[in-house]
């Protein structure tokens, strides 16, 4: 079994900052590409940002310049650092990671979600 435990949301002001981590553990042989999702109130869930174990990284327009996501591949850690977020980026962001568990065997996994405000 695979666990990916988020952490580091919270409540800031408009133009303030925060980084999301989300850790995997369990029975993996491989993390491959990561994922940071979020789901705003009466909407769907949208991707933000994703990261290869290569490293090569993709953004959605509404984040890009704003939001750095990276990863710890000895530690399985996804980081997405928010900077000059908006009362529009407030919403439940969710974890998720391609794992291969054995060969033969690969498929993703949903972290349990961290709640982001952004308000004054």
């Known amino acids: 079994q695979v666990q990916l435990v988020e952490s580091g949301g919270g409540l800031v002001q408009p133009g303030g900052s925060l980084r999301l981590s989300c850790a995997a553990s369990?029975?993996?042989?491989?993390?491959?590409?990561m994922f940071w999702y979020r789901q705003a109130p009466g909407k769907q869930r949208e991707l933000v940002a994703s990261?290869?174990?290569?490293?090569?990284?993709n953004y959605a327009d509404s984040v890009k310049d704003r939001f750095t996501i990276s990863r710890d591949n000895a530690k399985n850690t996804v980081y997405l650092q928010m900077n000059s977020l908006k009362p529009e980026d407030t919403a439940v962001y969710y974890c998720?990671?391609?794992?291969?568990?054995?060969?033969?065997?690969?498929?993703?996994?949903w972290g349990q979600g961290t709640q982001v405000t952004v308000s004054s």
């Open positions: 998720n990671a391609i794992v291969t568990v054995r060969v033969g065997l690969t498929r993703g996994y």
């Open positions: 990261i290869t174990s290569g490293g090569s990284t």
């Open positions: 369990g029975s993996i042989l491989r993390v491959n590409s």
